[in-house]
Each structure stands twice: as structure tokens, then as C-alpha cells.
């Protein structure tokens, strides 16, 4: 396929949409703890059955995608989150919200894998680092709104305005005790206007190359013997899981250490930790156009094994800043080790962006652990299991060899060599 900016801003469009979809079930946590009385085992499940699909649906996904086309699987993703979002939305309990989640899941994953190797394709191979952090810097912004919404919609509907006919609506269908399930109304309708949006779109004809195209089973298979894979593999599930680790559990981790109002301050956090990515979205764009993506990896993990440490054992006022800060140093993590995986093989990337993608399952593991160490040994304790995922994706820095580095500007150039200089 050719250069397309147009496949390009479809793609930056649905990583909004995903992320406005997936990153609210942080702040949603306090509520659905109270909402239908549970453990914090019991609560991780949630999380668990959203990014569970992930394991359950990718590779199955590039396979559809060699069948049906990217048009067609896109629109089945976006029809799958409609109905995962409707059964929340019409039964509001804890099974119901089970099924739902694993539905939106798995509708988001199927995206995941369509818009990965487009992503690559169409802006560049050689710019696939600094398209992923731009899709990344609108991922974060649009998990900094969500929450947002979701105060907003909560606060909106205690006050019974009658003149918000928006509002006056949904407080007919929603349930006085669990107002957040007004979200999953509004996911509903946001899922309809994407199907709409890509049914009357003008896809371009895409033609992946051999080594873009997701692959049969046997090439996965093939793939997954191979060592850098595997590492790879395993960065993606750390990664995947700290920042889902964080994100989840930072509503309740201050209501239960500083009684944080969950709706409100919590609900702040959660969307300054995603605000505070795009932030550092928009640094990591800078970064690696003038740094070894290797480097800049390390760097943002260390600093965010610094600010994690600050939120959990410091005071109040030091968490409602440094656990906004993981988000800002975890910004550039996912782009970097997902181009530096693709990078790092010579062919069938297609196939390793599906076994990529199956990764995210991270965050479904993750926040369990943190749950169940969480019942047995307190939520901080819980929380320290994200000094392990952290630790291997700073060792992804040092071990890394990419077969393409990130393309880099040079603010300085040498001058010819003279008398004065000795050769290089």
C-alpha cells in the first residue's frame, strides 16, 4: 500500500475511540466496588474479562482480516462493542457487566490488530515510532476525557436537572443507585456513529506487502518459537499491565488510603494520570526524532519507577501528583516497544503485530494480581507487583536490537574533514 494520510487520521480517530471506550474502568472502579458489593478480587475480574478478549480474539482477528478486509472487520468490531455496551446499559449487574466488558474487549481488540500494521504501512516504516507516539498523545487525550465525562454525567444526574433533555433522558433508563451506567448508554450510541462513519467512508484498495499481512496459523506458530518474539511478547504484557495496574486501582487506592472523594478527585487523577500522557505523548514526539528510542525507553522507566514509589508512600497531596506522573513517563512506552518489536524482524509483521496485540492481556492479569494481593496484604502492597512489569521494560533498553533504528535528526553535522579535524 502506498503512503495515505487518510488511513493514517481513520487510524488516529479509532485509537481515540478506543481509548475513550477502554481507560474510564479506572475511575468506574470505586463505584462498581460499592455498586455491587465486591472484593477487590472480585472488582479485577472486570478488568480481567475486558482484556482476557484480547488473548481470545487477536490472532483470530489478522485471520479474519486475510479473509474479509480491514473495512469489514473494522465495522464487526465496532457492531460487537455496540451490543457489549447495550447489555450493560439495558442490565445493569455484576455478570452482565462481565459479558459486556469481554463484548467491548473483544471488539476493541480486533481493531487493535487492523490498525497496527496500517499504521505502520501507511505513514512509513521509518516513522513508525513517531506516528505511534502521535496516536498514543490522542489515546491519552482521549483517557483524560473520559473520566471527565463520566464525572460529569454522575454530577449532572444527582442534580436532576430537568432542563438537560440529554440528561432527563438518561435518568429514565438509568438506575438511581448506579448512575455511571449512564456511560455505557453513551458508549452505545458512540459505537452506532462509527459504524456509520466506516460503512459510508471511501476506503483506499489496501494491498499489504507478504511481511504486513497478519498470516496463517502456522506462521504464528513459526513466529512464537522465535526468542526476540517471546521477550517482546512478554514486554507488552508488563506493559500493558502497569499502566492498566495503575489506571485501575488510583481511584480506590486514595479513597482507601486518604478518603478521596472516588467521584470526583478520584475520577480528576485517573484523568490527569491520561492527561499528563498526552503531555508526555507530545515530549516523546520530540525525543525520538532526536534520541535512540532505546534511550528515551530507559529513561521514561526509570522515571516512572521514581514517581510510582512517590505516589504510594507518599502523602496525599505528593499521590495526586505522582501517580499523574506515571502516566506522563509511561506515555512513550507502549509506541517505543511495539516499534522496536516490529523493527526487530525481518518479515511477517502482520503476524507479529497480532501476537503483539495478544500482549495486552497484561491488563487483564495485572490488576488481578494487584487485586488479590490486595485482599491478603493490603492495596499498597498490591501495588509494589508493578516494580516487576516496570523492571523488564527497562531491561527492554539494554537488550533491544532492532534491525531499523528510529530515524533521528542531527542538529549538529560534522565539517569536512580538514588538516584540523582527524577522520572519523
Known sequence: MKRSKYIVGLIILIFFVISFLTNVIGPLMPDMINGFSLSFTLAAVLPFSFFIAYGVISIPSGI???????????????????????????????????GSLFLIGCGMAMLQVVINPLLRTAGGEEHYAFYSILAQL????????????????????????????????????????????????????????????????RFPKV?????????????????????????????????????????????????????????????????????LMTAGGL????????????????????????????????????????????????????????????????????????????GIIGGAIAPLVIGWLGDHFGLRAGMCFLYLTLGYILSVGFWARPIIANKTIRLFRPKKHDKYNLPS
Open 207 to 275: 494491498e499489504l506487502s507478504v511481511e504486513e499481512k497478519p498470516g496463517a496459523v502456522a506462521t504464528q506458530i513459526m513466529l512464537i518459537k522465535q526468542r526476540v518474539v517471546i521477550l517482546f511478547f512478554i514486554a507488552m504484557l508488563c506493559y500493558v499491565g502497569t499502566e492498566q495496574g495503575v489506571a485501575n486501582w488510583i481511584s480506590q487506592f486514595l479513597s482507601t488510603y486518604h478518603g478521596v472523594d472516588p467521584q470526583k478527585t478520584g475520577a480528576d487523577t485517573v484523568a490527569y494520570f491520561w492527561g
Open 64 to 98: 479474519l482480516i486475510e479473509k474479509y478486509k480491514e473495512k469489514t472487520v473494522v465495522v464487526a468490531a465496532f457492531v460487537v462493542a455496540f451490543f457489549g455496551s447495550l447489555i450493560l446499559a439495558i442490565f445493569p449487574d455484576y455478570l452482565s457487566a462481565i
Open 138 to 201: 490522542v489515546f491519552g487525550l482521549a483517557s483524560f476525557i473520559s473520566p471527565l465525562v463520566y464525572s460529569g454525567l454522575v454530577q449532572g444526574l444527582a442534580r436532576e436537572n430537568s432542563h438537560n433533555a440529554f440528561l432527563s433522558l438518561l435518568s429514565r433508563h438509568v438506575p438511581a443507585s448506579l448512575p455511571w451506567i449512564s456511560l455505557y448508554w453513551l458508549f452505545t450510541g458512540i459505537s452506532l456513529v462509527m459504524i456509520l462513519i466506516v460503512l459510508i467512508s
Open 283 to 358: 515530549l516523546g514526539l520530540v525525543l525520538v526524532k532526536l534520541m535512540d528510542s532505546r534511550r528515551v525507553l530507559i529513561l521514561f522507566t526509570a522515571l516512572a519507577m521514581v514517581c510510582l514509589s512517590a505516589g504510594l508512600f507518599g502523602t496525599v497531596r505528593v499521590a495526586l501528583v505522582a501517580f499523574p506522573m506515571v502516566g506522563f513517563f509511561a506515555s512513550v512506552l507502549f509506541p517505543i516497544i511495539f516499534s522496536l518489536a516490529l523493527n526487530s524482524v525481518t518479515a511477517h509483521h502482520g503476524a507479529f503485530s497480532g501476537i503483539m496485540v495478544t
